[in-house]
């Protein structure tokens, strides 16, 4: 695994459980960690459960111990990085979004349909499909029961710039991360309105803004103390959009990092002919669920609370009622993961779809830019096939 900060913690914690909370078909080793620092390094195998650790990132992938890198990096680095470990016949898990550039992404894509070929997989860590409340909106779309989906709408606000006092990271340069808001939390909701609605899109129109120019300078370990330098910020805080699928549903997204009182704040509504879905992220045991009746006069949602042994993912967590939390999307992310690595088959959402993603941020990044409607590059697809979802991928051992 590369990576020791925010999302390497997490998936380390996935990976070190994976073993034990599931019926895995095949037995996780988390083996080596890459660190910057010596120090760290040391420090973060020994607390986050790794044998070893290296500084060599190069010399990680090429490693013949070693079966599948795991890349919690800044978005810079994925390309190069994901793209060598293919190459050294490596199965490959990456972090959303796949790249910072619809050309990074499209050299990622040939590089994973290439090692394919020879029985090496990527996917792209987009983890909220594995939320058992999306998961089971999924099926239910699948079946019917909202109708023909006429219009959907995404947001996913925060609130930890709300402060211009915080200083800057590496998500709010442009150089390290591609884009803000956008595709920090924006990709998460293109992945999912595609992957629940089963289209691609058609078109785009969008508007970004900067509200933070400049931001404090990251505390260096040679800093002595006294003001920070300031640091421009050249990435979007926040942006709107308007998306259309291939069929004319219309769907609006909103992402923002600038949003007061929105922690981690998800939210998705899908509206059907016959009905509608709405699930919060923090409220991620629940979904509501409407099924439109005329000869019922005030129908309202209905809300479920996706805790059952038969919900999507659940079997083998808890009883009824004892919900999950957010760290769990990526247990489940493992399971199905090692799952189709052990059928020798793509695990999803592949790289293909990664970069489908991608074209959609370049096209609403260019929309922005240029004010005009903009369709997503023809080369991306983002959809994978149509799979049925699996009624119990995990089972406790």
């Given at each position: 695994?590369?990576?020791?900060?925010?999302?390497?913690?997490?998936?380390?914690?996935?990976?070190?459980?994976?073993?034990?909370?599931?019926?895995?078909?095949?037995?996780?080793?988390?083996?080596?960690?890459?660190?910057?620092?010596?120090?760290?390094?040391?420090?973060?195998?020994?607390?986050?459960?790794?044998?070893?650790?290296?500084?060599?990132?190069?010399?990680?992938?090429?490693?013949?111990?070693?079966?599948?890198?795991?890349?919690?990096?800044?978005?810079?680095?994925?390309?190069?990085?994901?793209?060598?470990?293919?190459?050294?016949?490596?199965?490959?898990?990456?972090?959303?979004?796949?790249?910072?550039?619809?050309?990074?992404?499209?050299?990622?894509?040939?590089?994973?349909?290439?090692?394919?070929?020879?029985?090496?997989?990527?996917?792209?860590?987009?983890?909220?499909?594995?939320?058992?409340?999306?998961?089971?909106?999924?099926?239910?779309?699948?079946?019917?029961?909202?109708?023909?989906?006429?219009?959907?709408?995404?947001?996913?606000?925060?609130?930890?710039?709300?402060?211009?006092?915080?200083?800057?990271?590496?998500?709010?340069?442009?150089?390290?991360?591609?884009?803000g808001a956008l595709g920090d939390l924006g990709s998460h909701l293109i992945d999912l309105v595609c992957w629940l609605s089963g289209q691609s899109v058609a078109r785009?129109?969008?508007?970004?803004?900067?509200?933070?120019?400049?931001?404090?300078?990251?505390?260096?370990?040679?800093?002595?103390?006294?003001?920070?330098?300031?640091?421009?910020?050249?990435?979007?805080?926040?942006?709107?959009?308007?998306?259309?699928?291939?069929?004319?549903?219309?769907?609006?997204?909103?992402?923002?990092?600038?949003?007061?009182?929105?922690?981690?704040?998800?939210?998705?509504?899908?509206?059907?002919?016959?009905?509608?879905?709405?699930?919060?992220?923090?409220?991620?045991?629940?979904?509501?669920?409407?099924?439109?009746?005329?000869?019922?006069?005030?129908t309202g949602f209905t809300r479920l609370l996706v805790t059952e042994p038969s919900d999507p993912y659940v079997h083998g967590w808890w009883p009824p009622g004892h919900?999950?939390?957010?760290?769990?999307?990526?247990?489940?992310?493992?399971?199905?993961?090692?799952?189709?690595?052990?059928?020798?088959?793509?695990?999803?959402?592949?790289?293909?779809?990664?970069?489908?993603?991608?074209?959609?941020?370049?096209?609403?990044?260019?929309?922005?830019?240029?004010?005009?409607?903009?369709?997503?590059?023809?080369?991306?697809?983002?959809?994978?096939?149509?799979?049925?979802?699996?009624?119990?991928?995990?089972?406790?051992?």
């Open positions: 695994m590369l990576g020791t900060a925010f999302m390497g913690r997490v998936h380390a914690r996935a990976w070190r459980e994976a073993n034990h909370v599931t019926r895995l078909p095949l037995e996780v080793v988390c083996e080596l960690i890459v660190s910057r620092s010596t120090n760290h390094g040391s420090e973060a195998a020994r607390q986050l459960g790794f044998r070893r650790f290296s500084e060599d990132w190069k010399a990680a992938v090429a490693d013949p111990g070693i079966d599948l890198v795991d890349i919690c990096l800044p978005g810079d680095l994925h390309a190069e990085v994901a793209i060598a470990a293919l190459e050294h016949g490596k199965h490959v898990l990456c972090e959303k979004p796949l790249a910072n550039s619809l050309d990074e992404a499209a050299a990622m894509e040939r590089a994973a349909t290439t090692a394919a070929a020879r029985g090496a997989f990527a996917m792209v860590g987009f983890n909220y499909r594995r939320v058992p409340a999306l998961a089971l909106a999924r099926r239910l779309i699948r079946e019917g029961r909202v109708g023909a989906i006429r219009q959907i709408r995404a947001t996913y606000l925060q609130d930890w710039l709300v402060d211009a006092a915080v200083p800057v990271t590496w998500r709010l340069q442009a150089k390290r991360a591609g884009t785009v129109s969008s508007s970004a803004k900067t509200y933070v120019r400049q931001r404090p300078g990251a505390r260096s370990l040679g800093h002595r103390g006294g003001p920070l330098p300031i640091e421009a910020v050249d990435v979007d805080d926040a942006v709107v959009a308007i998306l259309v699928l291939q069929s004319g549903t219309l769907v609006t997204v909103e992402a923002s990092r600038v949003a007061p009182g929105h922690k981690n704040d998800l939210s998705l509504e899908v509206t059907g002919d016959n009905g509608a879905l709405r699930f919060n992220l923090e409220r991620l045991n629940e979904l509501e669920m409407l099924e439109f009746d005329p000869a019922r006069a005030g919900v999950l939390g957010w760290e769990h999307a990526f247990n489940h992310e493992i399971a199905d993961l090692v799952a189709a690595l052990a059928e020798n088959r793509q695990p999803e959402p592949s790289f293909s779809s990664g970069l489908g993603t991608q074209a959609v941020l370049a096209a609403l990044d260019t929309s922005s830019q240029e004010m005009r409607w903009v369709a997503p590059d023809p080369r991306a697809s983002l959809l994978d096939p149509v799979a049925s979802l699996p009624n119990h991928p995990t089972q406790q051992q």
